[in-house]
């Protein structure tokens, strides 16, 4: 008997760690569409704003901020999407598929590295932007 409440306790554990793997990996795709909104949204608010300099630097200010927080939070994700690959792997090495890439463009990182670059590029033009206000 305590062999099947063994059992049935791993394929819970193994079910609910696959869901919330699937919520991160949701919420890691979310990332961009987030920087872009508040990005977008801060330097439309510089860009058509009748208002003085003190203003609009502190709208470029709260997006280069966003920017690196987002940057934090998306390596934070995937970090934990890590640990759960990590996991799914020991628990189910025979359904594990590990899509191991070669190339820059196939590593596991990778999405993740573009998306920090391109949040990194979104700062530094704030940032500019904050000398040109």
Not at 105 to 115: G, H, Y
Request: charge should be positive; charged fraction near 10%.
């Amino acid at each position: 008997m305590s062999s099947n409440l063994e059992n049935d306790l791993c394929i819970a554990a193994f079910n609910q760690n696959a869901e919330t793997f699937r919520s991160l990996n949701a919420l890691m795709w979310q990332i961009p569409l987030i920087a872009m909104t508040l990005t977008g949204g801060l330097w439309f608010g510089v860009a058509s704003a009748d208002a003085d300099a003190p203003f609009k630097i502190s709208l470029l200010v709260l997006a280069a901020s966003g920017n690196i927080g987002l940057i934090i939070i998306l390596h934070r994700v995937r970090y934990v999407l890590g640990c759960y690959l990590k996991w799914l792997k020991t628990a189910y090495p025979s359904g594990y598929v590990a899509a191991v890439g070669l190339t820059w463009c196939t590593r596991s990182n990778v999405i993740r590295t573009v998306f920090q670059i391109m949040l990194g590029f979104a700062t530094f033009i704030s940032l500019v932007l904050i000398v040109m206000v």
